[in-house]
């Protein structure tokens, strides 16, 4: 059985729930991705914001991007553990339709799947009714 830590790009880089949106949209920048998970003082997951969020709901909005926190800002997070297996990775994927899903072990972030890393290790016609159910 291949598991989502087999499958889950690691290293993962958190953005402090304290941080402003400028510094969230900085991070992402600098990173190159278009989410980042939310992480706590506790190193705890609290959330994700995404590229979308901070154009969507703050920059249409009028928001000051320095002052609003991310933690106004991240959405409710869904995840899987790092020892499940990659059906139920695409199943909770699926079912919620979200692309990106972080990985956690000992109640610690410590990778996130992706479209890419699906991408990289499934087959054709599995990877095809991923993206059918997400983009449905």
Known sequence: ?????????????????????????????DLDVGSLPICGKDDRLRGIITDRDIVIRAVAEGMDL????????????????AEDSVAHVLQTMGDHQIRRLPVIENHR???MVSEADLARHLPEDQLA????????
């Open 109 to 111: 972030l410590v990778g």
């Open 129 to 136: 009714s991923f993206v059918e159910r997400v983009y449905a």
């Open 1 to 29: 059985m291949t598991t989502a830590r087999e499958i889950m790009h690691p290293g993962v880089r958190c953005v402090d729930e304290d941080a402003s949106l400028v510094e969230a949209a900085r991070m992402m920048r």
């Open 66 to 81: 320095a002052s609003t926190r991310v933690a106004e800002f991240g959405c409710h997070v869904h995840w899987v553990d």
